[in-house]
């Protein structure tokens, strides 16, 4: 389609990479006469995080394939390719441009996935000298406002207060005024591991092999990002709409079954395992969160499915999504700079290359920057785990978290990173942190087996990394977590240790982060 850069513009819609919904709010009111919708792919959103190819991949790819269903129900949409020669390379000068080129009477946003990229828009359009509406997302279930009502008068923020008021508001899972089963969290019964056996048989995830479009974005990342980490060998991603749709189809119909039991263990050469595979079609804004809970919820009603599996899957999407984004915008910016352990250690250079001898972070590292992808137990006990126990600034953890995940955009990415996984926001995600020992990783997976570290072990040449670091951990923090009425069992266990016996681990780990830190 021809763009015709000289007819008056009432209204400059931005759509960015994460809000590809034709349902967004952004569409309310548009009027093909007189809108235009603006997209563009810029260099810096790629580099301010040295972004996987992956991560890049799947954007770029979808947001091409949303422009040409905008185009083909006739929208105008003036679109910024990388390739572009005049392409200014970042957000902020692309939409002046397009500002000063345009001369819009206004321009339109939903509210945008991260602190920094709202204030790009923002300075754009104050630069530019035209008012900018930035308009409620409603893709999600709960509001913002919502949100700050929730916390109006509570000292201590908890998920599960929220998940629960956001099931009977929604009447998800619901008998009348109880919670379908008797109980409102199946949690307890999701946390079984597979033995000796492993997984067995299952189906695997419905692939997405690149098609035109995708196989374009595909070339242009190698041949623009080709020093950036990671591989597009298995790129299979959906990358529309519809895909979206049949993916979720199918993890209803053959692996929600026992995403519950199993959605915390994991196994060599086993990416998915039972896994949806549906957050960054859910954080593209390709799949409408309603949709998903509403077919997990009509699969329970009409069939044995069990009821731990699918409250699991409507628990991380009813409560556990919605409540990210309300604790992303009530503390950012400031929540990004918190550091309550104080780590201050670099991260670690095998985090970009799966070169260590660790079994259990070589086989997680190696399948993200294989597939951009791991599932949470794989982020918050194996990679998390290590940086926290390790003492790595917890803002380098969140930059790579956000670098090398397709489902990463920064409001679910760094309260999970920075306040689940590393604790660096004293409690306000999580109310203890989550630290543990080689033999949890040894109980749920069979890394172990593969390793030549002795999770059971915290001193030797043959002493599992994460045991030694773990008791370093509680020793280096037992002051402040002695005020933690969680942490009781774990300080317990370690004030019976002897002094001698502490200060070899202090010795071992000391050692442990000298070689971490010489490669």
């Known amino acids: 389609m021809v763009q015709d850069h000289t007819k008056p513009v009432r209204h400059l819609v931005v759509v960015l990479g994460d809000q590809l919904s034709r349902e967004s709010a952004a569409f309310d009111g548009f009027d093909g006469a007189v809108d235009v ?12 995080v040295w972004m996987t190819k992956p991560h890049i991949a799947i954007f770029l790819s979808a947001m091409r394939h949303f422009r040409d269903e905008l185009r ?23 939409l002046l441009r397009a500002v000063e080129t345009r001369a819009p009477e206004k321009v339109i946003v939903v ?12 300075d754009a359009a104050e630069r530019g000298g035209v008012p900018l509406e930035i308009r409620p997302d409603r893709h999600f279930l709960s509001s913002l406002d919502a949100f700050e009502e929730h916390m109006e008068g509570r000292r201590q923020l ?10 009977r508001e929604s009447g998800v899972l619901m008998d009348g005024e109880e919670p379908a089963g008797g109980r409102w969290n199946y949690d307890a019964e999701n946390r079984r591991s597979f033995g000796t056996e492993g997984p067995g048989d299952r189906a695997s995830p419905v692939a997405f092999p690149p098609d035109g479009i995708t196989c374009d974005v595909l070339d242009l990342v190698e041949r623009r990002f080709a020093d950036h980490p990671g591989s597009l060998d298995h ?23 026992d995403f519950g039991s199993y959605q915390d263990a994991m196994w060599m050469g086993e990416p998915y395992l039972y896994h949806s595979r549906l957050s960054a079609a859910l954080n593209l804004k390709l799949l409408d969160p309603r949709d998903a809970i509403e077919a997990a919820e009509r699969a329970y009603n009409r069939s044995d499915l069990p009821l731990n599996s699918v409250e699991g899957f409507v628990r991380q ?28 250690s670099p991260l670690p250079g095998f985090y970009w290359t799966a070169d260590t ?18 599932h949470h137990i794989q982020r918050l006990m194996v990679t998390g785990l290590f940086a926290l126990l390790l003492g790595v600034d917890p803002r380098r953890v969140h930059e790579w978290y956000l670098a090398v995940y397709v489902d990463a955009v920064e409001w679910v990415e760094l309260p999970n990173t920075l306040g689940m996984s590393q604790f660096a ?25 593969h390793c030549r570290y002795e999770p059971s072990e915290r001193l030797g040449e043959d002493a599992c990394p994460f045991t030694t670091l773990y008791w370093d951990f509680l020793m280096r923090h037992e002051e402040r977590l002695d005020e933690n009425p969680r942490m009781g069992l774990q300080l317990y266990n370690l004030r019976r240790i002897e002094s001698d016996e502490r200060r070899a681990i202090r010795r071992h780990a000391t050692t442990l982060r000298d070689r971490v830190a010489a490669g």
Not at 359 to 367: S, W
């Open 158 to 167: 908890l998920m599960e207060r929220f998940y629960r008021e956001m099931r």
């Open 37 to 48: 919708v603006w997209m563009a792919e810029v260099r810096a959103e790629a580099e301010h």
């Open 317 to 344: 999407i009813l409560g556990w999504r919605e409540y990210v984004r309300g604790v992303y915008w009530h503390y950012m910016p400031e929540y990004a700079e918190l550091n309550a352990l104080e780590a201050d």
């Open 357 to 374: 001898e660790m079994r259990c972070l070589r086989e997680c590292i190696q399948q993200t920057l294989d597939y951009g992808y791991a």
């Open 425 to 449: 926001d004293g409690g306000i995600m999580a109310t203890k942190p989550y630290c543990a020992s080689g033999r949890y990783i040894q109980r749920m997976s069979n890394y172990c087996d």
């Open 235 to 257: 790129f299979d991603w959906p990358v529309t709409s519809d895909q979206a749709e049949e993916a979720l189809a199918d993890f209803v119909g053959h692996r929600l079954v």
């Open 111 to 122: 509210k945008p996935g991260e602190w920094r990229g709202e204030r790009l828009l923002i």
């Open 72 to 94: 083909t129900d006739g929208f105008q949409v003036d679109y910024r390719e990388m390739d572009d020669l005049d392409n200014c390379g970042d957000l902020g000068s692309e």
